[in-house]
């Protein structure tokens, strides 16, 4: 990460605390980052504010006792949405910034993501525009633990597994981190372990932020040869250090950031064995309902979501024994695998027809419902440019569908007074549909 001219590669550190667990349909209650050159020094003022709940949301109680954040705290320290968005989206599109947290690929940036679709900001630009990326520390953490752990301590659950809450990691390190779930503390605890890595174990840091990117991954993916790489991830489970010896059988049919793998480690009898309707049935079956079934040890692997991949020597004999990796049974299955190329064919037509997508009635969770046009997202910009007492006159036509009910709710959650008295009642006519006595009893209890 070297000075370019004037503009500096930065990373930015950034957590949020929610009011509950769904990031399409639960709110942010709390932003914090702090922003930093290359060896983490910190630049600039570090930034944390709140999002004021609209009167159409109540929070998940559970989400309160963890965060100690209240609605009514939120409301008094908080801006509305609209406003909460515009800052955020100020601070992730400086050009050359890294943005990351700590598991922020699988939770933070889908919250990202959903407060900018219902703000009418473009929800994926902010992580590739302008030599801008995202990268994330847990899997970071996790790498380490099973690849290279000299120099970190490595604290164990009450299973006896290794941790990897930043809590934990950052008590067994010595880090200061007296106020865990307050979303700057947690920033400033992400930076402390991205430093400790860096210093102690710099050659896998520098690989691995390499290979935050798709297309340096893409270049370790063979599918002709099926060549077995190492990857780490929370799928494979603590108990073997997150890690496993894959190959890649096929790119996903239908997505080309996805490539389908196989667990060299699993047992791979039901790929030989098995038809691809069973096959696909058995992978969407949860594994408590198995039975004595054997898994699938199939999984897709997302090269867009900064997966851990690395060359299969990476992960050194000591350390697989030390995870319980058997190399034999894996070369083994790899061997296999290669003299039976129409298990290829199989894995491709699981993922053909995969699972039907249901798309939601509420347009809060039709993000991913597909991308909109550039003529719609012409129109978002001009409704972003407009003073918000100005939206009522605004004459525009959108194609998607999604867009109408997108600015009705935008202006109703954050700028009521723009609303006529029909828009009022609509409004709560919409309200009342979501506080039905069955859902403020259940909430009450």
């Not at 949020?16 to 930093?36: C, K, N, S, V």
């Not at 990268?135 to 380490?144: F, G, H, I, P, Y």
């Not at 894995?347 to 809060?364: G, K, Q």
Request: hydrophobic share 40%; charged share 25%; with cysteine.
């Amino acid at each position: 990460m070297m000075n370019d001219g004037k503009q500096q590669s930065t990373f930015l550190f950034h957590d949020y605390e929610t009011f509950g667990t769904h990031p399409a349909l639960d709110r942010p209650a709390q932003f914090a980052a702090i922003r930093t050159d290359s060896e983490f020094n910190v630049i600039g003022e570090p930034e944390v504010f709140y999002c004021k709940p609209a009167d159409d949301y109540l929070p998940q109680p559970g989400a309160v006792l963890i965060t100690g954040i209240t609605p009514q705290e939120a409301r008094a320290k908080g801006e509305n949405e609209a406003a909460f968005a515009a800052r955020i989206h100020s601070l992730f599109t400086v050009p050359k910034t890294c943005i990351l947290g700590y598991n922020n690929v699988r939770f933070d940036d889908d919250v990202t993501r959903n407060v900018f679709y219902r703000n009418f900001y473009d929800p994926y630009a902010w992580s590739w525009q302008h030599d801008n990326s995202r990268w994330d520390l847990l899997d970071v953490m996790r790498a380490c633990y099973a690849l290279r752990p000299e120099g970190i301590n490595w604290p164990e659950n009450d299973d006896g597994l290794p941790s990897f809450r930043l809590e934990h990691l950052t008590k067994a390190n010595g880090i200061e981190h007296s106020n865990a779930h307050d979303a700057m503390a947690d920033v400033y605890a992400t930076i402390a372990m991205a430093k400790l890595v860096k210093t102690r174990q710099p050659r896998l840091f520098d690989y691995l932020f390499t290979h935050r990117n798709k297309h340096k991954l893409m270049a370790l993916i063979d599918v002709p040869q099926m060549k077995p790489l190492v990857h780490v991830s929370g799928m494979f489970g603590a108990w073997r250090g997150n890690t496993s010896w894959v190959a890649p059988l096929a790119w996903h049919p239908e997505n080309r950031n996805a490539v389908i793998m196989v667990d060299l480690a699993g047992d791979i009898s039901p790929l030989l064995e098995l038809d691809s309707d069973t096959l696909r049935e058995r992978l969407y079956t949860a594994k408590a309902d198995l039975g004595d079934n054997a898994a699938v040890p199939v999984k897709l692997v997302h090269i867009n979501k900064c997966p851990v991949l690395a060359q299969a020597n990476t992960l050194r004999p000591e350390d697989a024994d030390r995870l319980g990796i058997n190399r034999q049974h894996c070369l083994d299955n790899l061997k296999i695998l290669r003299e039976n190329p129409q298990v290829r064919e199989k894995v491709v037509a699981i993922f053909a027809e995969a699972e039907p997508f249901t798309p939601s009635e509420n347009v809060d969770a039709q993000l991913y419902n597909g991308f909109f046009s550039d003529a719609d997202r012409a129109a978002m910009k001009i409704v972003l440019e407009t003073e918000p007492r100005n939206l009522p006159a605004l004459d525009i036509t959108f194609v998607d569908k999604r867009i109408e009910k997108l600015l009705f709710n935008y202006r109703a959650r954050n700028f009521p007074g723009t609303l006529d008295y029909a828009e009022q009642q609509r409004w709560l006519e919409h309200r009342r549909q979501v506080f039905t006595p069955e859902f403020l009893q259940g909430y009450a209890d």
